[in-house]
């Protein structure tokens, strides 16, 4: 059974278990070498109850006796019981070895990048806290990381759990609540279009994402506290896939999203579209290019009024005439909007 580490009642920046205490530490190093075969990684905000479940599944997963590998739970700024739920698993003689680390600089894309510098895995596996994963996900991951060496990141189907029976918008837009189903067919994701992975769960090879660039020049906050920013993701998958990198869809990844009855109401999808429009003009001239330049931004802007247009030019009969589709037109003039900011912003600034 592993060892349960804990610090002082002021409790400190980093808690371990079953390995080598980092009581009250932090990582310098800008990319550590990797001394196990993979870490787990789940970055978490005041979702106690769900990571809960998730730490649940992933102590259930069925991993050969010869793979090395570490739980790291990265607590960005809880205020509820996360901790509570850590420590229920830092005894689980399933987990070899579970590390329980505070990032104070908000964001989840501050966690993830804490996350990935603390890991100690040749496979970065990001989970979301509230994703529950198939007893063999992670082996699977580990079988195909091995016989594609050129793949820098892939993710797998995911599969919406409601809490309570979704209204029509909500399952309508299921995708944008991370859903994720290409087919049962593997894929290689074209450079040629802009499909790219959901980032509710993946798998990143440390080589594609210190090559990537991401961890010194990542733009994009994303999910913020409250603020339902958007798209660090998506900013991953692109500059993986500039650094020459494939990446891919596994449909035999299959894992269950769970989705709270609060993130179904019009007001959540809403905000959630709103973010994912500020982050658009950004990623759209990030997949384009990997050093967007300022006419890139400029043609960017170009792109967004004309989206807005096409929006406007469709309200009076979307919305004003069809009284069953005016939810559908909320949510798409919130994303046009979003959209508009985030334009405007990265043009004056080169930032989202």
Known sequence: MPEKIYGSVREPDVYSSGGAALIGTRTNVAHPMASLDVSVLVCTYNRAGLLAQTLGHIAAQAISPQCRW???????NCT?????????????????????????????????????????????????????????????AIQF?????????????????WERPPNRVADLYANSLARQDL??????????????????????RREAIVASGWLESGVLVGRCGEYLGAGEDAEIFYRVRHAGWECWYVPQLVLSHVV????????????????????????LSLSRSAHPTFFDRVAVVGW??????????????????????????????????????????YLITGRA
């Open 70 to 76: 570490e739980l790291l739970v990265i607590d960005n």
């Open 145 to 161: 990381a091995g016989e594609n060496p050129n793949v820098g990141m892939f993710g797998g189907r995911h599969v919406i759990v």
């Open 260 to 283: 709270p009855v609060e993130r179904t109401t019009l007001p959540y999808l809403r905000r959630l579209h709103q973010g994912f429009g500020e982050a658009e003009p950004f990623l």
């Open 80 to 140: 509820d019981q996360t901790l509570d739920v850590v420590r229920k698993y830092a005894d689980d003689s399933r987990i070899p070895t579970l590390r329980f680390i505070r990032e104070p600089q908000q964001g989840i894309a501050h966690a993830r990048r804490r996350a990935f510098l603390e890991a100690r895995g040749n496979l970065l596996v990001s989970v979301d806290d509230d994703c529950l994963l198939e007893p063999n996900w992670v082996e699977q």
């Open 183 to 204: 087919g049962n067919q593997r894929l290689c994701l074209s450079s040629k279009d802009r499909t790219c992975l959901v980032g509710a769960a993946f798998v990143l």
């Open 304 to 345: 967004t009024f004309g989206e807005i247009t096409r929006v406007l030019a469709r309200w009076p009969k979307g919305y004003v005439c069809s009284s069953g589709e005016r939810p559908t037109w909320l949510i798409r003039m919130s994303h046009a909007m979003g959209c508009l900011a985030g334009a405007l912003r």
